[in-house]
């Protein structure tokens, strides 16, 4: 079902080494809005020492990010040194080929993480990558966004009664 991830949890720092490991995941790609960063640009709690476990795990990351605001995406991947794309046009395929040839590894051994289903969950499973879907960091919303959430939810509930 191109609406449902592979896994569904709270938050990025939820998804263990172990659970990577399983998968066969060696690389991931992340979101920023509402996935790393809340509405007031507040990065999640115990993001850094998430990403330090991933890092001397030898799993690699990059950022893809919808957004166009080079400094607030620049502020997360400069945090984590890790690079980044902005004005990604998930979920086209486009940006996410682009970071896997900077990752370097096959579609299947790469995760993307994200809190939007239109975006980055459609965009992963297009790109036959390991969809993850976190819950958004932030209540608050883009107009745009929140347009999407009540469809969003019922994709949700539809997807944990089928499991
Ligand atoms: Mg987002």
């Known amino acids: 079902m191109i609406f449902y991830p592979k896994f569904y949890c709270q938050k990025v720092t939820d998804i263990s080494v172990e659970y990577l490991r399983k998968n066969n995941i060696k690389a991931i790609i992340l979101d920023v809005d509402n996935t790393l960063l809340d509405f007031d640009l507040n990065i999640i709690s115990g993001l850094e020492e998430w990403y330090n476990e991933i890092k001397i795990n030898n799993i690699k990351c990059i950022i893809l990010s919808n957004s166009n605001k080079e400094k607030k995406i620049k502020m997360v991947a400069d945090l984590l040194n890790i690079p980044f794309i902005k004005f990604a046009t998930?979920?086209?395929?486009r940006g996410f080929k682009k970071a896997q040839k900077i990752l370097g590894e096959k579609?299947?051994?790469?995760?993307?993480?994200?809190?939007q289903i239109f975006t980055d969950v459609i965009g992963a499973n297009r790109s036959k990558m390991f969809s993850i879907l976190v819950k958004p960091v932030a209540s608050k919303d883009l107009w745009m966004t929140r347009f999407k959430r009540?469809?969003?939810?019922?994709?949700?509930?539809?997807?944990?009664?089928?499991?």
Do not use: C, H, T
């Not at 998930?90 to 395929?93: D, F, I, S, W, Y």
């Not at 009540?150 to 499991?163: A, F, Q, V």
């Open 150 to 163: 009540p469809l969003e939810n019922l994709i949700i509930k539809k997807y944990l009664k089928s499991r």
């Open 90 to 93: 998930k979920p086209l395929k």
């Open 107 to 115: 579609s299947q051994n790469i995760a993307v993480v994200g809190d």
